[in-house]
């Protein structure tokens, strides 16, 4: 199994540019998120999803759009890039039997906005 | 709103030494209880999930216990070695294990 794959792994956007992360994770999770992590502010979580064609918001959704078409996949949208999204994104998933939600991450996708 | 809080935010210490990481969380209506490890420039690793029925979790070196009641949960690491220098995260739910709150971490340092 390769877990929770992200790609791509460093971009550099343009102010107003848009883009989208890819997350596939391929242990048959149910659920999924996605975390950005900055500096002395720890993760905050931005959208989750509950199962294909379920999702829903974060802390910080403001800026950022996800579909689930597929139990494997979990794109995160930035729509208008801005500096402030200058950040390092992280994808998640886990079970979540009954409480037993053990969350696993990918490695990561690093984004420069200027 | 959970807030999950850890202290200190750096820790440096000799090999072989014993030591406690501190995690508290403000809802004590908690689901679960995670702890990661993060090694730079990488993703969390998953070490111990304590459910709110359980106090602890056991994982080789690694002890974690969870007191609700109190708001704190702590990560004991045994004989540290150099190899177990990274930053420590807690992550707490009060929801599905998808929506964690975390901590900012404490960077562990474990010299020879």
């Known amino acids: 199994n390769a877990g929770v794959t992200q790609t791509p792994k460093f971009q550099v956007l343009k102010t107003g540019q848009s883009m989208t992360l890819q997350c596939a994770q391929d242990m048959n999770h149910e659920y999924m998120s996605w975390y950005r992590q900055d500096p002395g502010m720890g993760l905050r979580l931005i959208h989750y999803s509950v199962g294909a064609g379920i999702t829903d918001q974060g802390e910080v959704p403001n800026g950022y759009n996800v579909s689930r078409s597929t139990t494997e996949d979990f794109p995160l949208r930035l729509l208008s890039a801005a500096p402030s999204q200058t950040s390092v994104y992280f994808c998640a998933s886990s079970y979540d039997g009954g409480g037993a939600g053990e969350l696993f991450f990918g490695e990561g996708s690093r984004l420069t906005v200027l | 709103k959970q807030e999950v809080t850890q202290i200190p935010a750096a820790l440096s210490v000799p090999e072989g030494e014993n030591l406690v990481l501190n995690c508290s969380f403000t809802d004590s209506a908690i689901y679960n209880l995670q702890w990661f490890r993060q090694d730079p420039g990488k993703g969390l690793t998953s070490l111990l999930l304590i459910q709110s029925s359980q106090r602890e979790q056991t994982s080789g070196r690694l002890n974690a216990s969870l007191d609700k009641s109190s708001g704190r949960s702590t990560l004991y690491i045994a004989a540290s070695q150099p190899g177990d220098s990274a930053t420590y995260l807690c992550?707490?739910?009060?929801?599905?294990?998808?929506?964690?709150?975390f901590g900012t971490g404490t960077r562990l340092q474990v010299t020879l």
């Open positions: 992550g707490g739910s009060t929801g599905t294990a998808s929506k964690l709150t």
